[in-house]
């Protein structure tokens, strides 16, 4: 379980003002937004006062022309109250969501420059909570939590002056509450704070598994692990429910207690203030509006329960942003990229490399040394866990070794920017990622390329002879990861990707291991098409793929054990000879099978 997913036990204020800050860029509308709240709390201190005139003034006088001119401003007061609420409403949405779409961006941006071993600790499902219900949760705090916070508090601080200005005893006999009311407040902080970090925990979970077990939807079917997969998803789901009910049951206790002390204070005030009619040293009018003062007192103090516990759930969700905003990025792009020299020749050299994925780890590459010459062959093989595929991760700089040197064409790659690296390199890889869309968009992937280019790169791998057969041809529309393709069809793509980008540098992990022998020649044919004039480094299970590679580098535990072509490494009667046998026995076995 990665730490973001405990939920925090913390408070910690800073957060606040961490997230305060995305409103600078709007400072303006959020000013104008609280600005028309404070209209708005004005317009509602007026209502009463105008009742109290009508009570104490017009009706006693029988004045029709004064209790007219009173509830036409009361229902003016009333109507350009709601219009002022839209407004504010409006005006606070659209802070929420500009500001969001900041946040994002923010994170989408961070993601896409975290090195791939952030990907491989966190589940996909756990970091789309960040993108969406995270920032969902703190787009309902700056949509309707910051900004109204100040006219709660404006308002509330409004009504206790003009009752204290309007009669100081009956005033205190209204605020005789408070105390409760803040208590039960604190109450309800504290339980609703852990309840809802608690809900986001549950959901972050929830929605890893489910990620999951979709993307492995066929396992689980081929298995038959739908059972136990419901089973689990069942556990996950109760968790969540009843983290939601405990939320619940707290908002079903906070507020009827708050009507309640609302209800006590009311019956208090209509008690003193009933007597005090009765002995004429209290008007009805007076009376009556502080009725509605008390009644529109409480309604802020709820309120801003409500929006504590509005800010304690996006407290639990920014903890988990933030905490994503500031995973530090490992793989850095230099300050001043070095350029790569034009045209660029391919040559690559790895020079003493030590990796390994942690720093208290074992070394996966041990002083690993050796040069890839332009125009040549070179294939690395090994075991499974040999280091094979680390290198080429290492050379397309999704990490960085610990010691050594890796040079394209004799500048560090460290030096080069990202950009410019990957465009040299063409990567083709055994799991092939296809992207929901038409063909021509997998092959060109948004790069300048025309779609004629496009068509020749697939004509030359082989590629166009069933995409033409396709229904709507470049324009067939794939489903997720291209599934409704066969394996062969995808590798296919994936060489008519790299043979349209035309790299100087090509790099095949793994690229046949996967195929049926038939499918296997066909693309032995798309790969020689590749790999003409260019630099290559080809991984594979397969020896019989790499016999005319220039030069073969065996690994074993990380290190290079043997090096040479394929006849020599054969004769020297080594570790490649043993390997090569196996499978020769490997593929006996299968024909006469």
């Given at each position: 379980?990665?730490?973001?997913?405990?939920?925090?036990?913390?408070?910690?204020?800073s957060?606040l003002?961490?997230?305060?800050?995305?409103?600078?860029?709007y400072g303006w509308?959020?000013a104008?937004a609280v600005?028309?709240?404070?209209?708005?709390?004005?317009?509602?201190?007026?209502?009463?006062r105008l009742?109290?005139?009508?009570?104490?003034?017009?009706?006693?006088?029988?004045?029709?022309?004064l209790?007219s001119?009173?509830a036409?401003?009361?229902?003016?007061t009333?109507?350009?109250?709601?219009?002022?609420?839209?407004?504010?409403?409006?005006?606070?949405?659209?802070?929420?969501q500009?500001?969001?779409y900041?946040?994002?961006?923010?994170?989408?941006?961070?993601?896409?420059?975290?090195?791939?071993t952030?990907f491989?600790?966190?589940?996909?499902?756990?970091l789309?909570?960040?993108v969406?219900?995270d920032?969902?949760?703190?787009?309902?705090?700056?949509?309707?939590?910051?900004?109204?916070i100040?006219?709660d508090?404006?308002?509330?601080?409004?009504?206790?002056?003009?009752m204290?200005?309007i009669?100081?005893?009956?005033?205190?006999?209204?605020?005789?509450?408070?105390p409760?009311?803040?208590?039960?407040?604190?109450?309800?902080?504290r339980?609703?704070?852990?309840?809802?970090?608690?809900?986001?925990?549950?959901?972050?979970?929830?929605?890893?598994?489910?990620?999951?077990r979709?993307?492995?939807?066929?396992i689980?079917?081929?298995?038959?692990?739908?059972?136990?997969?419901a089973?689990?998803?069942?556990?996950?789901?109760r968790?969540?429910?009843?983290?939601h009910?405990?939320?619940?049951?707290i908002?079903?206790i906070f507020f009827?207690a708050?009507?309640?002390l609302?209800a006590?204070?009311?019956?208090?005030?209509?008690w003193?203030g009933?007597l005090?009619?009765?002995d004429?040293?209290?008007t009805?009018?007076?009376l009556?509006?502080?009725?509605q003062?008390t009644?529109?007192?409480?309604?802020?103090l709820q309120?801003?329960?409500?929006?504590?516990?509005?800010?304690q759930?996006?407290?639990?969700?920014?903890?988990r942003?933030?905490?994503?905003?500031?995973?530090p990025?490992t793989?850095?792009?230099p300050?001043?990229p070095?350029p790569?020299?034009?045209?660029?020749?391919?040559?690559?050299?790895?020079?003493?490399?030590?990796?390994?994925?942690?720093?208290?780890?074992p070394?996966?590459?041990?002083?690993?040394?050796?040069?890839?010459s332009?125009?040549?062959?070179?294939a690395?093989?090994?075991?499974?866990?040999?280091?094979?595929?680390?290198?080429?991760n290492?050379?397309?700089?999704?990490y960085?070794?610990?010691?050594?040197?890796?040079?394209v064409d004799?500048?560090?790659?460290?030096d080069?920017?990202?950009?410019?690296?990957?465009?040299a390199?063409?990567?083709?890889?055994?799991?092939?990622f296809?992207?929901?869309?038409?063909?021509?968009?997998?092959l060109?992937?948004g790069?300048?390329?025309?779609?004629?280019?496009?068509?020749m790169?697939?004509?030359r791998?082989?590629?166009?002879r069933?995409?033409?057969?396709?229904?709507?041809?470049y324009?067939?529309r794939?489903?997720?990861r291209g599934?409704?393709?066969?394996v062969?069809?995808?590798?296919?793509l994936?060489?008519?990707r790299a043979?349209?980008?035309?790299?100087r540098?090509?790099?095949?992990?793994?690229?046949?291991?996967?195929?049926?022998?038939e499918?296997?020649?066909?693309i032995?044919?798309?790969?020689?098409?590749?790999?003409a004039?260019?630099?290559?480094l080809?991984?594979?299970?397969?020896?019989?793929?790499i016999?005319?590679?220039?030069?073969?580098?065996?690994?074993?535990?990380?290190?290079?054990?043997?090096?040479g072509t394929?006849r020599?490494l054969?004769?020297?009667?080594g570790?490649y000879?043993?390997?090569?046998?196996?499978?020769?026995?490997?593929?006996?076995?299968?024909?006469?099978?």
């Amino acid at each position: 379980m990665d730490d973001q997913d405990v939920p925090a036990t913390r408070y910690d204020a800073s957060l606040l003002r961490r997230l305060l800050r995305y409103l600078r860029p709007y400072g303006w509308l959020a000013a104008a937004a609280v600005l028309l709240l404070l209209v708005q709390s004005g317009l509602a201190l007026a209502g009463p006062r105008l009742t109290e005139r009508a009570l104490d003034v017009a009706i006693p006088r029988k004045d029709v022309g004064l209790l007219s001119l009173l509830a036409g401003l009361y229902l003016a007061t009333l109507l350009f109250e709601l219009v002022v609420e839209y407004g504010g409403a409006l005006l606070t949405a659209l802070v929420g969501q500009r500001v969001m779409y900041d946040l994002r961006m923010e994170i989408f941006g961070h993601l896409q420059r975290l090195s791939v071993t952030y990907f491989d600790r966190n589940p996909v499902g756990r970091l789309m909570t960040r993108v969406t219900s995270d920032v969902e949760t703190l787009n309902e705090l700056f949509s309707s939590g910051v900004v109204t916070i100040f006219g709660d508090v404006f308002t509330l601080l409004a009504i206790m002056g003009m009752m204290l200005v309007i009669d100081v005893r009956l005033a205190l006999v209204t605020f005789a509450v408070i105390p409760l009311v803040w208590l039960t407040a604190a109450i309800f902080r504290r339980r609703v704070r852990d309840a809802f970090r608690d809900i986001r925990f549950r959901v972050a979970r929830l929605n890893a598994f489910l990620q999951e077990r979709l993307s492995g939807m066929r396992i689980v079917q081929l298995f038959g692990r739908e059972a136990d997969s419901a089973r689990r998803f069942g556990e996950l789901n109760r968790e969540h429910l009843a983290a939601h009910l405990r939320s619940i049951t707290i908002y079903a206790i906070f507020f009827p207690a708050v009507e309640v002390l609302t209800a006590v204070a009311m019956a208090l005030l209509l008690w003193y203030g009933g007597l005090r009619v009765l002995d004429d040293t209290l008007t009805v009018g007076v009376l009556a509006a502080f009725i509605q003062y008390t009644r529109r007192f409480f309604q802020p103090l709820q309120d801003l329960s409500e929006k504590f516990n509005l800010l304690q759930s996006a407290m639990a969700s920014s903890e988990r942003v933030f905490g994503l905003l500031d995973e530090p990025v490992t793989v850095r792009e230099p300050a001043s990229p070095a350029p790569l020299s034009r045209p660029v020749r391919g040559e690559v050299r790895f020079d003493g490399i030590w990796f390994r994925y942690s720093p208290d780890g074992p070394w996966v590459l041990k002083d690993i040394s050796f040069t890839a010459s332009p125009g040549r062959t070179l294939a690395l093989v090994g075991h499974t866990g040999a280091g094979k595929t680390t290198i080429v991760n290492l050379l397309l700089r999704f990490y960085d070794a610990e010691r050594g040197r890796i040079t394209v064409d004799g500048v560090d790659i460290r030096d080069l920017s990202t950009a410019d690296l990957r465009s040299a390199i063409g990567f083709v890889q055994q799991d092939l990622f296809l992207f929901t869309g038409d063909i021509l968009h997998n092959l060109t992937l948004g790069a300048p390329i025309t779609r004629e280019a496009a068509r020749m790169a697939a004509g030359r791998v082989g590629a166009a002879r069933f995409i033409e057969r396709l229904p709507a041809g470049y324009e067939h529309r794939l489903g997720e990861r291209g599934r409704n393709l066969s394996v062969g069809e995808r590798q296919l793509l994936s060489f008519a990707r790299a043979l349209a980008l035309d790299p100087r540098i090509l790099v095949l992990d793994e690229a046949t291991s996967s195929v049926d022998a038939e499918a296997e020649a066909q693309i032995q044919r798309a790969i020689a098409e590749l790999m003409a004039g260019r630099t290559s480094l080809v991984v594979a299970h397969r020896l019989s793929t790499i016999l005319h590679a220039d030069e073969i580098l065996v690994l074993h535990h990380g290190e290079i054990r043997e090096r040479g072509t394929h006849r020599e490494l054969l004769a020297a009667g080594g570790l490649y000879q043993r390997l090569y046998q196996l499978q020769l026995r490997g593929q006996e076995v299968r024909r006469i099978a």
